[in-house]
């Protein structure tokens, strides 16, 4: 085991081993000191460090008005003037993070606004989508769905259907089968018809026809007056058909 000194530091050597007896200084010589102060400065705006010897490499810092954390790093001087927009919260931040975008604050904003001083309006509807041709439209820092037909439609998104379009739409769909029923049965007659002319040669509508023209001879030869001297003559018609 040897000693040797140097900066009235007693230095102990054993086995290759070397300890300080004194703990302000660390290093193979014992000639670096061990001060957090010292070694890392690590108080920020200005604090003033001081050594805290109850842990190892203990310190604390003494902060300037207006600063505050354990290293000074808020600056509370920095929402002093209320420089968020729109009734934002200002912030403060710490000297790291205000390096970086060069602020030394941060604005919470409500919502409808961003930016670094919340002086940005943010559009709601951007990702609202209104059904039924609704309007999406912002009221009191808030999307709302104007529904341009509230009688038929009302909603958050105007996607509910009210009573008065739901029996519209029954009786719209009724008056449809009907129509389509009536021009069936119609297409159906029409195509019987074509079949009993052409492939039977049967028509129905002639031979109608026929039969309401002899009847109507038939009454006007019986309404027809007879003559003093014409002679009665009956006659006896045939009909061959």
């Known amino acids: 085991m040897a000693t040797y000194t140097t900066r009235t530091t007693i230095i102990t050597r054993y086995n290759n081993l ?50 505050e954390g354990y290293d000074c790093e808020n ?68 999307w709302q769905c104007l529904c341009l037909n509230s009688v038929y439609y009302y909603g958050d998104l105007c996607q509910f259907k009210t009573n008065k379009l739901k029996i519209r739409e029954i009786l719209s769909s009724s008056f449809a089968y009907i129509a389509i029923g009536a021009i069936s049965v119609t297409c159906t007659f029409v195509i019987v018809m074509d079949v009993l002319k052409y492939a039977f040669h049967i028509d129905p509508v002639e031979c109608e026809r026929d039969n309401y023209r002899r009847r109507r001879e038939a009454q006007r030869r019986a309404k027809r007056p007879i003559k003093p001297n014409e002679a009665k003559v009956a006659l006896r018609f045939q009909y061959v058909s």
């Open 75 to 142: 600056d509370q001087q920095a929402c002093t003037d209320n420089k968020c927009w729109h009734n934002g919260t200002c912030m403060p931040v710490n000297a790291a993070v205000a390096s970086t975008d060069g602020l030394n604050f941060k604005c919470d904003c409500i919502e409808g606004y961003n930016g670094a001083y919340c002086e940005l309006n943010v559009d709601l509807c951007a990702n609202i989508t209104c059904e039924n041709r609704g309007i999406c439209q912002t009221v009191a820092m808030q």
């Open 18 to 67: 070397f300890s300080c007896e004194n703990d302000s200084y660390i290093g193979t010589y014992c000639n670096i000191s061990s001060d957090a102060c010292t070694i890392t400065q690590p108080c920020q705006n200005g604090g003033t460090c001081f050594p805290n010897n109850t842990v190892l490499a203990g310190y604390y810092c003494e902060c300037l008005t207006g600063y």
